[in-house]
Structure formats: C-alpha cells, structure tokens
C-alpha cells in the first residue's frame, strides 16, 4: 500500500516497484505503439511519414518545384514535429523514395538513396527529395478543414492528425513495423485494383470477400515475382494474418555450348539481391547447391538479369527447385494487417480496412464541403451587398461624402443608414469608383448568380450521402488513372504474378 512521507517540506510518496515499473513500461509501450511504430488506418501512416510529408508540404516542396536537401526537411521535421534521433527520420525518407520498397513512391529522390543490393544511402547533406506526384494526393484539401489538428510536441504549432489521404494508402503501399508485444506487415496492391474493390463495397456495403476478390486479386509488390497460390491472400483477406508464399521470376534458357542457364528477372518482395547471390555462392561452394558452374549479375538501371550457368551433366529444372527450396529466390511473407482504428491496435480484415477507410473519406468530402459552402456564402452575402449598394448607388455615395471622420465612420454610417452588415460596409467602402462601369457591374451579377448555384449544389451533396459516395468514386478513380506507370496496364492487373497452386 502506498505510503506518505513528509520530509524537509518534500512529499515523497513509497509505492512499489514492480507497481511503477509495469506503469512505465505500459505508458512506454503504448507510446511506442500509438506514436512510433503501427500505421493509422486512415491514411495508412506511420507518425513520422506523416510529419515528413506534411513539412514538405509546408516548405513547398512540391513536384514542381526544385529538389531541396534533404538534411534541410529532416531539420524542419525534427525542430517542429518529431523529436527523435536524426537517423529515423531520414531512414523513413529514404524508404518513401524507394521503388523497390514502395509501390507507389511518396518522396521524389535526387541522388542515392540505396539500392535493392542493401547500398546505404548516401548522407542527408548530400541527397535532395521533393514530394512526388503520389504524396500530393495524400494531402489534397489539408487546408480546408478536412482533418483535425494538434499541438505538436512543445505547443508552438500545431501539426494534422491524420492526412485526407485520397487513396487508400494503407492497402496501395502497405505497411511494416515492429511494436512492443505486437507488428503489422500489410503487403502493398495496385491503386487501380484497390480502388475497384473500394467502390464496389460502396455500391453493395454486404459485398463478401470474394465478390472483393474480384478485383483486388492479391498483393502487388513493387519488385514483382510470382505469388503461388491464392489461399494465403484469401487467409489473409479474411481474418487479418495469412502466409503468402513469393518466388522469383526464373526462365531456363539454351546457352553456348549445349549447356543451360537460369535467367532470374524478378526476386521476391524484401529480398538483398546481393546477398541472395552471395548465399547462393556458398551453398555451392560447400557442395550443398550442385549442378552450378557460374553465376554472374547483369543488372542495370533497365531491370534485373541473374544469369546462373547449368553444369552440362545436370539438370537445370533440378538446380531451380533447389534454388527455390534453399534460398531466397522463394520466401514466406507473413501478413499482419494489423493498424491503429481511433488510436486502438487492430487485426483487421480487407473488408475493414476498406470501410474504415470509407467511412473516414465521406468525412473528409463532408468537412470540405462545408468548407467551400461556408466561403461561397460568405462571398455571396458580400456580393449581395454591393449589389444592393449598386441599386441606390447615388444615396451611399452622399452619405459616405458626408462623413469627415475617416473610412470608419463612413462604414459606420452606411451601416446604419441602409441596414448593411459589417462584412458588407467594409466591402462597399473599399470599393472603387472606377468599378462601377457597365461591364464590373455584370460580373459581380454573373458572379453572385454563379455563387448561388454553387451554394446550392453544395448544400445538396450535404443532404444526399449518395452523392458523397460519387464524388469518393469519381476521384479515387482520376487519382487511380493519373498515377498509374506507363508500363501497367488498364485495369485488372496485378504486377506479382498469381499462380494457382493446387
């Protein structure tokens, strides 16, 4: 039972040791869990990729713009938002830069920034990033009150909870990490797929897993390779966790000599490529790999291309399923779709994820439509009052001539006299003669006609959440359309072959 002592004036309070020591390790843990190491299921996000992006954002580092150093974001990441080691923070930029670790890169790097041969990057004062035409979407209508806010760590900003996030990046470029008692590893998907399968929930809510299947057919990683087998992703679609076996894209060919070579062109998701050739030097070495007189590694920035040289007295079919059973030419990636909903650490299925992510988009579309609704109405009410200022033109200009004290007075007094608001007399006192020609006239009428359409129309899309379900389909689809590679083909497609295995 805790004690109270009192000493020199000093309160000190006896409590046990193991009591305090589970307090600290329980508020360490959902530390580590809530703001360090588990994705929001909304934006798919990490809290340090969402403080690089949003301080790219703020800086203006847009695809249009120059590529800044690096060290520069890392410095306005880590003074306003992210107070941790350096090396986090530009570890984290460096793997949204990566093709071959995001399906869609979010940070458009200039330099080096590693390579699938487990290359470091180079040092943050010499690499330059700007966001990339992906990570724009991610932050569509921040400004118009879409999200919610908080203080950052020392209260002198504040920084977004969660990003608009207009695709659903959790499921588009996956997500890994490690948490106390806990991980999560969401594989990545094509965008066009996802976004199907997206709007097919909206239009049936009931829609069961494999009418979803039909079109996000599976994963889609960003270093290709063959997915053998459907009933790993179907494990994994369906209670959260599932084993989805991955092997590299392997062709015999005829060589020189009567011999035969194996080509590899694609390795599984995750895997060093040079260190599979490395394991696969020593396997042979100690005689434990026969059949194998040469390997050599022909990849360039066009693609990848292994060449692993057959013995002429062995079989070459023989030597691959050895490949694949002793190595890492075929893995095991074990899906964990695991993400924080409302800050809480959940398993969830793909049908979850997907309406927790549609749920949170028809409140984005909502926020921002009362947003624009709020600034055409304040501008119409303006445009009303000059209109109406127009109308008896030749009185507000004797009263505002009228006055010797100065525009507030000359505000005050039109106000009082022709019953204009606040908003509407500072307008009309600012506003100059010179406007009040024929043509200006007609374009604050056309502009004021226009406005009330728009009022009009916004305010229906607030009353009708079908509508909101339209506007969430028509634009994820522009989005899907607009970022996908020149070499992917329409839709469906999927990047990782998917073998049936029986």
Request: aromatic share 6%.
């Amino acid at each position: 039972m805790n004690e109270e002592i009192r000493y020199d004036n000093q309160k000190i309070v006896d409590v046990e040791i193991s009591s305090e020591i589970r307090k600290a390790f329980l508020d360490y843990s959902m530390s580590v869990i809530v703001s360090r190491a588990l994705p929001d299921v909304r934006d798919g996000l990490k809290p340090v990729h969402r403080r690089i992006l949003y301080t790219m954002y703020e800086n203006g580092l847009t695809p249009q713009t120059a590529y800044r150093k690096c060290a520069t974001t890392v410095g306005a990441v880590l003074g306003h938002y992210h107070p941790h080691g350096d090396a986090s923070v530009y570890d984290a930029m460096v793997r949204l830069a990566q093709p071959f670790s995001m399906r869609y890169t979010l940070v458009d790097g200039h330099g080096n920034f590693g390579s699938i041969d487990g290359d470091p990057p180079a040092a943050y004062r010499y690499t330059e990033s700007r966001m990339s035409k992906t990570a724009l979407k991610m932050l569509d209508d921040i400004k118009k009150e879409t999200v919610d806010w908080a203080p950052n760590f020392d209260d002198t900003t504040k920084e977004p909870v969660v990003l608009p996030a207009r695709f659903p990046n959790l499921l588009v470029n996956g997500s890994a990490g490690i948490a106390v008692g806990m991980a999560t590893n969401i594989p990545p998907h094509n965008m066009r797929e996802v976004v199907e399968g997206m709007c097919c929930l909206i239009d049936n809510p009931s829609a069961e897993l494999e009418e979803i299947m039909q079109y996000i057919k599976g994963p889609d990683f960003p270093t290709a390779g063959i997915i053998m087998g459907a009933k790993g992703i179907r494990e994994a679609y369906a209670t959260g966790r599932g084993k989805i076996y991955v092997r590299a894209k392997a062709e015999i060919v005829e060589a020189r000599g009567d011999r035969f070579k194996i080509v590899v062109s694609e390795i599984p998701y995750g895997v060093n490529k040079s260190r599979l050739i490395t394991r696969i030097a020593e396997l042979v070495k100690e005689k434990r790999l026969e059949g194998i007189a040469d390997i050599q590694d022909y990849s360039d920035r066009r693609g990848m291309h292994i060449e692993i040289v057959i013995k002429r007295d062995a079989n070459a079919q023989v030597v691959l399923n050895n490949l694949y059973k002793m190595t890492d030419m075929q893995v095991t990636f074990g899906a964990i779709m695991l993400a924080l909903d409302d800050g809480v650490p959940k398993v969830m299925t793909l049908k979850e994820i997907l309406q927790k992510y549609i749920v949170f988009q028809k409140d984005v579309i909502r926020r921002r439509t009362i947003f624009d609704l709020n600034k055409a109405q304040e501008r119409a009410h303006i445009l009303e009052g000059l209109a109406k200022a127009i109308d008896i033109v030749d009185d507000v200009i004797a009263t505002i001539r009228a006055c010797r004290g100065g525009q507030s007075e000359a505000k005050q007094a039109i106000m009082d006299k022709f019953g204009f608001d606040d908003p509407q007399a500072s307008a009309i006192v600012a506003y100059r003669l010179g406007q009040l020609a024929g043509l200006e006239i007609e374009k604050i009428l056309n502009e004021l006609d226009e406005l009330h359409e728009k009022i009009k129309d916004l305010s229906d899309i607030l009353a009708n959440e079908s509508r909101i379900e339209e506007i969430i389909k028509s634009e994820s689809r522009e989005i899907a359309e607009n970022t996908a590679t020149k070499e992917e083909p329409r839709f469906p497609h999927s990047q990782a072959t998917l073998m049936m295995k029986t």
